[in-house]
């Protein structure tokens, strides 16, 4: 509704951000020239970054809304009339953020990156740091799937920002020679999600090369290109996986097969563990893995694609046979 602002909120939110950024005390006692305190312009201001930006975007949309702007003559050219009216917009918020600097300060932790780091950011890391929950949240998207929600964007919101955090220092161990720090980190939830989500793309080559119905076979060919790049809407809806109780079991399991005998291969030292960059989903099985930094991950995903092949071929089999009867049927009438 509001596009026009797009950037001018961009800007905002970046300025309103770095009120919020403490001093280095060192530099301002030094040399008496205050500077930003760089420690908190990393991964863990991550949180504090996201939530100014979504404060000052509603801030910015509800004074808009409330056309709380300043009036220019009609003979103010509109470029000069647009730039001096999100001014007032400007002002307020950055009244409002000085404020909220003001009272972080007031409080034990005496800054607002402190405060969200401890209360927010930490417990969640440490969450999202242990396998069994890692698995939880697995089986959480898959269960929501299969009732028709998507799951992997009802959870991946909360995750996430953990997992931005965890990318500068995976990336700096690496550099430094030093064991991945973080490795339950988005490396591992596309490992999770290899075809797509359920892990699918060994139901795809199934499909693909061992389908005896022409139903499948016709689905195989369709499905399996998506599946190489992680798109498996087509076969979460067309198959479809959703209430489907038959390919509920795989679409579960292997997930969480996956993951752990990832993990495992990790801690034992076969595997270097991925870096975590984001964005790297949708890549095909070995080149995603060398992308995440790491040759022996991206060859594990090619374990893991027959894994996933293993996984599904019993239920497959067992739909495949039902729809070659149906066919059969409808041929012999």
Known sequence: ENKKYTLTSGFLSLFAYMLLV????????DSGISFFNISYLGTKGVFVALLAGL????????ITEKNI?????????????????????????????????????????????DCIYTI?????????????????????AQLLWFFGIHGSMTVLPILF?????????????????KTIPHVLNIGLWDLANLGGSGATIGLVILMFFKAKSN???????????????SVNEPVIFGLPVILNPIMLIPFIICPIVLVCLGYALIQFGIVTAPIGILGLGSMPPLISGIMQGS????????VAVVISVIIYYPFFKTIDNQALAKEKGEQGE
């Open 69 to 113: 702007v300043i009036k220019l003559p009609d003979s103010v050219p509109e470029m000069v009339s647009e730039s001096l009216s999100s001014l007032l917009a400007g002002v307020i918020i950055t009244i409002v953020f000085l404020i909220f600097r003001a009272l972080f300060a007031v409080t034990p932790y005496g800054n607002a990156t």
């Open 295 to 302: 040759l022996s991950w991206g060859i594990y995903q090619l």
């Open 215 to 229: 139903q499948y076979k016709s689905f195989g060919k369709l499905t399996l290109p998506c599946g190489i790049f």
């Open 55 to 62: 404060i000052v975007s509603r801030l910015l949309a509800l």
């Open 120 to 140: 927010i950011q930490t417990p969640l890391q440490s969450l999202t740091g242990n396998l069994l929950a890692f698995i939880i949240i697995i089986l959480i």
């Open 161 to 177: 920002p953990i997992w931005l955090s965890y990318i500068g220092d995976n990336t700096a161990a690496m550099a430094a020679g």
């Open 22 to 29: 403490p001093l280095d005390t060192t530099t301002l006692a």
